[in-house]
């Protein structure tokens, strides 16, 4: 028999797409959520779960259900939620559900202000291109890739955006404590007003408490121009290796920019003055994951080739 999964608020993205990942691995999937159109209803019944129209059916919730995954906007007092309780279902927030799936695997967080996406997308890139199989799990939506949630048993790898914004109505952490990385990648930090911190400190604190989080004998790979990252590589457990990147040298040959590397160059079309910096913190994490600098290079090369000018 099946096992049955809930999720609740499957209008966020994320959560949209691991209820067609957790359908992909063979559960029998039902799914809730206010402001569903019909396109997004008609998809999901494609996809083969169930979804009993648009708003809460908390009277549809069995005590057969294995697990409920609850999405982030969800409210204290949601129907469905006071009904999952109520049945003495199991609750788990989208980050402790991707925690547990991703347990046995080497897991690579992209965490910071600025700068996740563009780097994710350079792993990605040369992942794809040593043919590396790879889970992953991210809130923005990477071009080269279907959707924002991958689960598979055979990947040994699982890359994860490290989310800063608070883990649900039942848990006041925020999302990137949760994942416990081997491999953690830290861009830069600058509060606004726009986080879920109220203060600067807070803010700081969420990533003190990530960096604690990190695996032992893990790797913190870390912007070294930002002094606010700085001091935090710097107090790390000594169990844990932090890796300090900047800016990755270029030349300019004929009105081409290459890469300068120990290999040789490498032509890139360079979009904005972050890519050489992002794209350094790719290529560490990459040699932690067994790809070889060239290769990376290589695979980067292309990649910067093909964006579109």
Not at 71 to 76: E, I
Not at 157 to 174: N, P, Q, V, Y
Not at 252 to 273: A, C, M, S
Request: some cysteine; charged content about 25%; overall charge neutral.
């Amino acid at each position: 028999m099946m096992r049955k999964v809930h999720l609740i608020s499957v209008t966020e993205p994320l959560l949209f797409d691991l209820a067609l990942a957790i359908h992909q691995k063979g559960y029998e999937v039902s799914v809730s959520g206010v402001g569903l159109t019909d396109t997004t209803l008609a998809r999901l019944e494609k996809e083969g779960c169930t979804c009993h129209g648009d708003g809460w059916f908390p009277e549809r919730l069995t005590k057969d259900i294995h697990f409920v995954v609850l999405g982030a906007t969800v409210r204290q007092d949601n129907p469905e939620l006071i009904r999952a309780k109520e049945l003495g279902l199991l609750v788990l927030s989208i980050p402790e559900f991707i925690f547990q799936r991703t347990k046995e695997k080497t897991r690579v967080v992209v965490a910071g202000s600025r700068g996740k996406k563009t780097i994710i997308s350079m792993i990605v890139c040369a992942l794809k291109r040593q043919k590396l199989a790879f889970d992953y799990a991210l809130t923005s939506k990477v071009d080269s890739l279907p959707n924002r949630v991958h689960l598979s048993y055979e990947a040994r790898i699982a890359l994860i955006e490290g989310d800063e914004h608070i883990t649900s109505a039942l848990d006041k952490r925020f999302q990137l404590e949760f994942y416990r990385p081997h491999i953690a990648i830290l861009t830069n930090l600058s509060w606004s007003t726009e986080t879920d911190h109220a203060t600067p400190e807070a803010y700081l604190s969420t990533y003190q408490s990530f960096s604690v989080s990190i695996e032992r004998e893990g790797k913190l790979i870390y912007f070294g121009g930002d002094d606010t990252v700085s001091q935090l590589a710097g107090d790390v457990r000594g169990d844990i290796t932090a890796i300090p990147f900047e800016e990755h040298p270029v030349v300019e040959k004929d009105g081409q920019t290459f890469l300068h590397t120990r290999y040789g160059d490498y032509p890139v079309r360079i979009p904005n003055r972050y890519f050489l910096i992002n794209l350094n913190a790719a290529r560490l994490a990459c040699r932690q994951l067994g790809v070889k600098d060239a290769d990376f290079y290589q695979a980067l090369s292309e990649y910067s080739l093909s964006l579109p000018i």
